[in-house]
């Protein structure tokens, strides 16, 4: 809930069923991003930019409060907001980036300060060769992976002189009372009840006189929409692994990146998307970590989140939905792979359920909290491709170098998310160590993965 302009604010769905996964901690999900300079930015003007960011989307002053059921939880503006608590500048250890790293596990497995808005950035000075790091931790329900990276324009600059924009007014805040918080809850309960019930009105006859028209053809939409939504929602009720089955709270995260031209190149010559030249890479050090401990694989499940985005959205909130599907990972020849993923993922684009986002995440915020872990827990890879900035930028005046996306796992046994920086697909590798205990096995694995899709492509110039 927000106080902005007089108005309260409720999360969307699709943001509740974010929140709502907390309640399994093994479902976390924060997102942790890592961006490195070439040098220490001005540290007066990332300040300047953060706390611009915290004025023109105002979600970055919020914190939650919970509803009564079942209303999904509110925003409200921090009455104690401190720009300084979530701004804050350390010095690198004698471990370099391997110290960097290790920060960024640890900002992966924390929780947030629930009584303050869900980010925090750490600015880390002092790395080799007089290079810096910043990382940056939020809330998914504040964000998704391309709405982050539109977020990010706000601080970066297509210049190292850059400039400083006039910053605008901190929004209004009214401190709600607790009869306020009763008094909206009880009446977002009653419009909720009011809209289903005027839905189911409206659509009643409509389905009716179709199903007069052509009932062979009502039947038929009916049914598809239904299976649609049930595959959208499914519990899965096994790993397709027998070797990654366990899952804990314990995270192991790294870094592995691939020329963007090669991997786009690798794509064309199968006639496929560098999404599925992305997924193969993944499938291929799977397959290869599986025979690496003697285990046979086929096919594994797979989330992926599809971007419901569109030109008119703020960057703020999740415009996804998270798609499951299995993939071939148990397939060695890399073009073949690729080209089945490419069938799949067709597949999974093209759900009637799709455009029912919303209402299918308010309907699961409805139940108890143990069936998400139901729907998500037994899921085996998370993979996720995001768009990156295409072109160079800076941060206080120092060129950004690298940027690694560490997506949360949400009940699987690895994520790894691409994000793209100009003509480089850097991936962040976000392991739980439970199901994968040799992490650096793994990622041998995973890099090998991705060398054999390459190998399709032309070579490097």
């Given at each position: 809930?927000?106080?902005?302009?007089?108005?309260?604010?409720?999360?969307?769905?699709?943001?509740?069923?974010?929140?709502?996964?907390?309640?399994?901690?093994?479902?976390?999900?924060?997102?942790?991003?890592?961006?490195?300079?070439?040098?220490?930015?001005?540290?007066?003007?990332?300040?300047?930019?953060?706390?611009?960011?915290?004025?023109?989307?105002?979600?970055?002053?919020?914190?939650?409060?919970?509803?009564?059921?079942?209303?999904?939880?509110?925003?409200?503006?921090?009455?104690?907001?401190?720009?300084?608590?979530?701004?804050?500048?350390?010095?690198?250890?004698?471990?370099?980036?391997?110290?960097?790293?290790?920060?960024?596990?640890?900002?992966?497995?924390?929780?947030?300060?629930?009584?303050?808005?869900?980010?925090?950035?750490?600015?880390?000075?002092?790395?080799?060769?007089?290079?810096?790091?910043?990382?940056?931790?939020?809330?998914?329900?504040?964000?998704?992976?391309?709405?982050?990276?539109?977020?990010?324009?706000?601080?970066?600059?297509?210049?190292?002189?850059?400039?400083?924009?006039?910053?605008?007014?901190?929004?209004?805040?009214?401190?709600?009372?607790r009869w306020d918080d009763l008094r909206d809850g009880v009446r977002y309960n009653s419009k909720l009840a009011r809209r289903l019930a005027t839905g189911a009105v409206r659509t009643a006859p409509r389905a009716f006189g179709a199903l007069v028209r052509n009932p062979v053809s009502a039947v038929r939409e009916a049914?598809?929409?239904?299976?649609?939504?049930?595959?959208?929602?499914?519990?899965?009720?096994?790993?397709?692994?027998?070797?990654?089955?366990?899952?804990?709270?314990?995270?192991?995260?790294?870094?592995?990146?691939?020329s963007l031209p090669r991997l786009r190149s690798a794509a064309h010559a199968v006639d496929v998307a560098l999404n599925d030249a992305f997924v193969a890479g993944v499938?291929?050090?799977?397959?290869?970590?599986?025979?690496?401990?003697?285990?046979?694989?086929?096919?594994?499940?797979?989330?992926?989140?599809?971007?419901?985005?569109?030109?008119?959205?703020?960057?703020?909130?999740?415009?996804?939905?998270?798609?499951?599907?299995?993939?071939?990972?148990?397939?060695?020849?890399?073009?073949?792979?690729?080209?089945?993923?490419?069938?799949?993922?067709?597949?999974?684009?093209?759900?009637?359920?799709?455009?029912?986002?919303?209402?299918?995440?308010?309907?699961?915020?409805?139940?108890?909290?143990?069936?998400?872990?139901?729907?998500?827990?037994?899921?085996?890879?998370?993979?996720?491709?995001?768009?990156?900035?295409?072109?160079?930028?800076?941060?206080?005046?120092?060129?950004?170098?690298?940027?690694?996306?560490?997506?949360?796992?949400?009940?699987?046994?690895?994520?790894?998310?691409?994000?793209?920086?100009?003509?480089?697909?850097?991936?962040?590798?976000?392991?739980?160590?439970?199901?994968?205990?040799?992490?650096?096995?793994?990622?041998?694995?995973?890099?090998?993965?991705?060398?054999?899709?390459?190998?399709?492509?032309?070579?490097?110039?």
């Open positions: 809930m927000a106080e902005i302009d007089g108005k309260r604010r409720f999360m969307r769905s699709s943001d509740a069923f974010t929140w709502a996964m907390e309640a399994d901690p093994r479902l976390r999900s924060t997102i942790v991003t890592l961006v490195v300079t070439e040098q220490s930015p001005d540290w007066d003007a990332v300040v300047h930019r953060f706390d611009l960011l915290t004025r023109t989307v105002p979600s970055f002053r919020w914190r939650v409060l919970e509803s009564p059921p079942p209303a999904p939880p509110r925003w409200e503006t921090d009455p104690d907001f401190d720009l300084n608590f979530h701004v804050r500048r350390l010095s690198a250890g004698p471990d370099g980036m391997a110290g960097v790293l290790q920060m960024c596990r640890v900002a992966a497995m924390e929780s947030f300060d629930l009584a303050r808005p869900l980010w925090q950035v750490d600015m880390i000075d002092g790395l080799p060769g007089g290079a810096a790091a910043m990382i940056v931790k939020l809330h998914h329900a504040l964000t998704d992976g391309i709405g982050g990276v539109q977020l990010a324009m706000t601080l970066f600059e297509l210049a190292p002189e850059g400039h400083r924009p006039e910053l605008p007014d901190v929004p209004s805040l009214r401190q709600p009372t049914a598809a929409t239904g299976a649609s939504v049930y595959r959208t929602v499914r519990p899965v009720t096994k790993t397709g692994s027998e070797l990654m089955t366990e899952r804990s709270l314990v995270r192991a995260v790294s870094t592995h990146t691939v499938a291929g050090g799977l397959r290869r970590y599986h025979e690496r401990h003697g285990v046979s694989v086929d096919e594994l499940h797979l989330t992926m989140p599809i971007s419901l985005r569109t030109d008119d959205d703020r960057p703020g909130g999740n415009r996804i939905t998270l798609q499951r599907f299995d993939i071939p990972v148990g397939e060695a020849d890399p073009a073949l792979r690729m080209t089945e993923i490419h069938r799949r993922v067709a597949q999974v684009r093209a759900e009637r359920s799709l455009p029912l986002t919303q209402l299918i995440a308010g309907a699961l915020n409805l139940l108890p909290r143990f069936v998400l872990g139901e729907v998500l827990l037994h899921v085996d890879v998370l993979a996720s491709d995001v768009p990156g900035v295409p072109v160079p930028v800076y941060l206080g005046g120092a060129a950004v170098t690298e940027q690694y996306a560490f997506g949360p796992t949400i009940g699987s046994a690895v994520n790894v998310t691409l994000l793209s920086y100009v003509d480089t697909c850097a991936f962040g590798v976000d392991v739980d160590t439970a199901a994968i205990p040799d992490p650096e096995v793994f990622h041998a694995c995973l890099v090998e993965g991705f060398d054999e899709v390459l190998a399709l492509g032309n070579p490097p110039a």
